[in-house]
T-cell receptor, first 117, second 108 residues
């Protein structure tokens, strides 16, 4: 398995532009998570999906952020309009439904580093 | 109070020594605990998980959990230069069973 695949790896854009980050979870994983990482705040959960349905979006900072999961193999995180304070590394992670010792173990993608000028 | 707190470090230990990383959490009913390692510029990767009070050993790593005191620690024996990374503590709380909350990490 190729793991969790994110694109783009790096994005530099100007304030006000729309940004779309993409994620392909591990095949068979039922849960998908979007995290944002900054030096000041660490890893923050933005939103997570179970079976393509958004379960908890309480971490989405404001209406400029939106996330979709149209099918089991694809999710997007969109920022419109982008602002300099959105600059961060955005990670996508997935996990399976399993129980026991392997439950709740996340596999992270390589991340998308976003810079908003 | 943050849900999960860690000393940001940096923590320096001599090669071959034991590194001790600590984490406290605020929700007394937290049920599952994880340590992730993150190398600079890379994504977090799981090192250990622990669910019950006591110690859990895996190679050079030992996770310790004390639910009464609400802390979890990670010991790294025979520390190597390759252990230099940021170590993230994460917890899952009852009632938010799928939601993994991370501390800000300790740089070793």
């Amino acid at each position: 398995d190729a793991g969790v695949i994110q694109s783009p790896r790096h994005e530099v854009t100007e304030m006000g532009q729309e940004v779309t980050l993409r994620c392909k979870p591990i095949s068979g994983h039922d849960y998908l998570f979007w995290y944002r990482q900054t030096m000041m705040r660490g890893l923050e959960l933005l939103i997570y999906f179970n079976n393509n349905v958004p379960i908890d979006d309480s971490g989405m900072p404001e209406d400029r952020f939106s996330a979709k999961m149209p099918n089991a193999s694809f999710s997007t995180l969109k920022i419109q309009p982008s602002e300099p304070r959105d600059s961060a590394v955005y990670f996508c992670a997935s996990r399976g439904e399993g129980a026991g010792a392997g439950a709740n173990v996340l596999t992270f993608g390589a991340g998308s580093r976003l810079t908003v000028l | 109070q943050k849900e999960v707190e860690q000393n940001s470090g940096p923590l320096s230990v001599p090669e071959g020594a034991i590194a001790s990383l600590n984490c406290t959490y605020s929700d007394r009913v937290s049920q599952s605990f994880f340590w992730y390692r993150q190398y600079s510029g890379k994504s977090p990767e799981l090192i250990m998980s622990i669910y019950s009070n006591g110690d859990k050993e895996d190679g050079r790593f030992t996770a310790q959990l004390n639910k009464a005191s609400q802390y979890v620690s990670l010991l790294i024996r025979d520390s190597q230069p390759s252990d230099s990374a940021t170590y993230l503590c994460a917890v899952i709380n009852t009632g938010t069973a799928s939601k993994l909350t991370f501390g800000t990490g300790t740089r070793l």
